[in-house]
Nanobody, 115 residues
Framework: VQLQASGGGVVQAGGSLRLSCAAS????????MNWYRQVPGKSRELVAG???????NYANSVKGRFTISRDNTKNTVYLRMNSLRSEDTAVYYC??????????WGKGTQVTVSS
């Protein structure tokens, strides 16, 4: 299984970024996909999730600002982040529930929001 997150960068507060995560080695179309983030010294937190049917859920801290979506033809999940704040600065990871239970994580993508 490979989950390659990309799209991070440095952005000013109030700006936007779109993260992508390309998946391989899984049956993507039937897999719930989640985005997580982690700040050094803190636990990873669930940011957003999307089921195979397209149902979504969000952490309260990002509701109304972030949008998760998926393209099953490209085996890719996206995270559109608007109105970014300094507290959104973190390393962002995509993952499946199975891999989370196995504590198996790929390389994330760094998002830095400057104020």
């Amino acid at each position: 299984v490979q989950l390659q997150a990309s799209g991070g960068g440095v952005v000013q507060a109030g700006g936007s970024l779109r993260l992508s995560c390309a998946a391989s080695g899984i049956i993507f179309s039937i897999t719930t996909m989640n985005w997580y983030r982690q700040v050094p010294g803190k636990s990873r937190e669930l940011v957003a999730g999307i089921t195979n049917g397209g149902s979504t859920n969000y952490a309260n801290s990002v509701k109304g600002r972030f949008t998760i979506s998926r393209d099953n033809t490209k085996n890719t999940v996206y995270l559109r982040m608007n109105s970014l704040r300094s507290e959104d600065t973190a390393v962002y990871y995509c993952n499946t529930l199975t891999r989370v239970r196995e504590n198996s994580w790929g390389k994330g993508t760094q998002v830095t929001v400057s104020s």
